[in-house]
């Protein structure tokens, strides 16, 4: 299939996780996305274990995680020849994307004011901790700092326990999802104008706008949320419900869901319960039906009950482990995990990118690349020799 972004070539000046997701988003699609890593390699490439080892190399399985789809080329930015290097990969790069501190670009000669004026078309795209001004500026940006500073972890988890971070680096991942959204739109605005644009995304602000209804009910009642588990504060019951083997979540969205629910699963009597009749009456009296549900769901299993409810409409779903998960046929259908030739694994898995695209899934062109291994390929393409001095 031809990829929107074929043709385009991105100069990867990120490591870890926010800027990698970014940029590998941007290689699914097509680009040519041109890892630059330092000689000791992206952070990630040692955090572990896990790793997935063979007898000619091993690889993190976070570096995995975020690196399909590029090449790697080792530069030391540090010394001039890096930096000679990195300016001569600039000049024929269409994107730039970086994540290092504030300030830090700028003072190797990379920063957006010396490269716009030399490039024009260049867009520049970077992602920090807390944005290119305001007094945070020159912090450290780390996922679970952001969760923290931004409100997340004080509404999430359970009433009564602890802060709870969310489980996956959320505010890293968001982050570069909504950088990659400017980007392409800095794109289109390119093709219109010819010019490139400066574009930032921060961790802390990332955070504020995932908060959505949360953030929006303290702006809008200056009501300050606190943690209420896996359920919804103004919809119920609509969550994780347990039974007697396991756990589901269910969606009871409106009154006529909730008819089905209670007729689905022979609670008739709960069905014309006057306090449970409206949403409104679900919400105030949530905690007697949570009572409720506990005792009359114990009686189902897990399958049983998916399969009732199916049956009756409403929408649900198993609480699945990872395992369950890619054991699941519809996601083996969707093609969701791939093999891949990786240069020292062999064949290894990898996630597929998550789209369709003209009705089909973009390919896993590449695998994650090994540190430097496209190197002296990338060289003889910006026509600069041997790689050895780099």
Partial sequence: MTLP?????????????TG????????????????????QGDDTRGWGPPFQTSAQGRESSYFLSVNRNKRSVVLDLKTQTGQEVAARLIAETDIL????????????????????ERHPRLIYASVSGFGQDGPYRDRAGYDVIAQGMGGLMSYNGEE??????????VADVFSGALLTQAILAALYQRERTGVGQRLDVNLLESVIALGSSQVSRYL????VPGPIGNEHRSIVPYGTLRCGDG?????????????????????????????????????????????????????????????????????????????EVFADPHVVAR?????????????????????????????????????????SEIFEELKLGSAADS
């Fill in 5 to 17: 972004l074929a043709g385009i070539r991105v100069a990867d000046f990120t490591r870890v996780l």
């Fill in 20 to 39: 990698p997701f970014c940029t590998m988003l941007l290689g699914d699609l097509g680009a040519d996305v041109i890892k630059v890593e330092p000689p």
């Fill in 97 to 116: 994307v970086e994540n290092f501190r504030p300030g830090t670009f700028d003072r190797l000669g990379f920063g957006w004011e010396a490269l716009h």
């Fill in 160 to 169: 009564g326990r602890p802060p709870l971070r969310v489980g996956v680096a």
């Fill in 220 to 223: 809008a009642v200056g009501e």
């Fill in 247 to 323: 756990f589901i979540n269910i969606a009871v969205g409106n009154d006529s869901l909730w008819q089905r629910f209670c007729h689905g699963l022979d609670l008739h009597d709960l069905a014309n319960d006057g306090r449970f009749l409206t949403n409104e009456g679900r919400v105030e009296h949530r905690h007697s039906l949570e009572e409720i549900l506990l005792v009359a769901l114990d009686n189902f299993t897990r399958a049983e009950m998916m399969q009732r409810l199916e049956a009756a409409g409403v929408p649900c779903g198993p609480v699945n482990d990872l395992g």
């Fill in 335 to 375: 093609g969701v995990a791939v093999e891949v030739e990786h240069a020292s694994l062999g064949m290894t898995t990898v996630t597929a990118p998550p789209w369709d695209l003209d009705g089909a899934r973009p390919p896993v062109r590449r695998a994650p690349p090994t540190l430097g291994q496209h190197t």
